[in-house]
């Protein structure tokens, strides 16, 4: 059968209207509402980066992938990069400067050799240098370590809930990024750690802590202090624990003496089952947390896995505060 020109004409015109309505429902529904909390799966104007790492002499075995995305169409991204080291709990910053639609990656071996951390990335004026409402950043980080763990995480993204969403603190120099609901999302105060397995199956899950608040315009990051907890087995029973989160970073496995629970933690989650855990800092500031398991049998077991996952947010607190210094973006 023979199409005539006219119809032709007429299919082309269709497809060329089917393109049009494709284009124009390329974001289909309506953006996330910045009221919408923290989270991993949404864009903000800061961006959280709940832990780093690389290794001087084996880089190839510790590194961390850094990636940060402008999901703006048309407008470009000034960012503000906090480095902080877990140690000093002190930060050295720079700039990233992103045009419309692009993605930063790069290693953290070439930016911050042999340091473990967090990255905080503030979206700035490109003009002042003051933090403003952009909540188009999107991010995710890839961490290996000499251990074997290693997993895919998601920057916690937080929005800003207004245009501008600091003032100018009476220094002159430094503004005040507060985790408030009033200027950006609320920060969290009690975790939960979902899927907790057991040591007796091979199991070692490193649970890493960071706090979110402090000085990093000359100060340090704030410290995480003590902390309170519930281990649960798979019988919804719990058993509490306390221990000591220290400076503005902790990190270590869960064994059978950290944390410290009587019965010990491989008799609450015994071989073949699977427990959970909440805790939350002694005193009312904000943490975020990330679980990292390792299995050397997940390639040759059928019921044994390894990878990680963000801690789930239980509870918000209004107290994270970052003091950070104003510089015009340098890039």
Known sequence: MQISRKHTHIFWALLVLSACSFSALAQPGPALPATYGMSNQKAGSVLFYSIYTSNIIWPQQENTRINITNTHTTQMAYLHLFFVDSVTCQSADSFVCLTANQTFTFVTSDYDPGITGYLLAVAVHKDT?????????????YLKLMSGHNANLGAEAFAALKDNPTTINADGSTVDVKFDDVNYNAAPRMLALNSLPSR????????????????????????????????????????????????????SSITDGSPRMVPRFSSIVKAGHVGWMKLWPTANIPI?????????SANTSVTSFSGGHNLHA?????????????FIPSC
């Open 129 to 141: 240098g003051l933090p403003i409402q952009f909540n188009y950043l999107i991010g995710d980080y």
């Open 200 to 251: 007796l199956d091979g199991n070692d899950t490193l649970l890493i802590l960071t706090s979110m608040w402090g000085n990093l315009a000359g100060g340090e990051s704030g410290s995480i202090g003590g902390l309170l907890g519930l281990t649960y087995d798979d019988a919804e029973k719990g058993y509490s624990f306390t221990m000591a989160g220290g400076k503005c970073q902790f990190r």
């Open 288 to 296: 975020v947390g990330v679980m990292i398991n390792l299995n050397q």
């Open 314 to 326: 239980l509870s918000t607190t209004t107290t994270g505060v970052f003091t950070i210094p104003i």
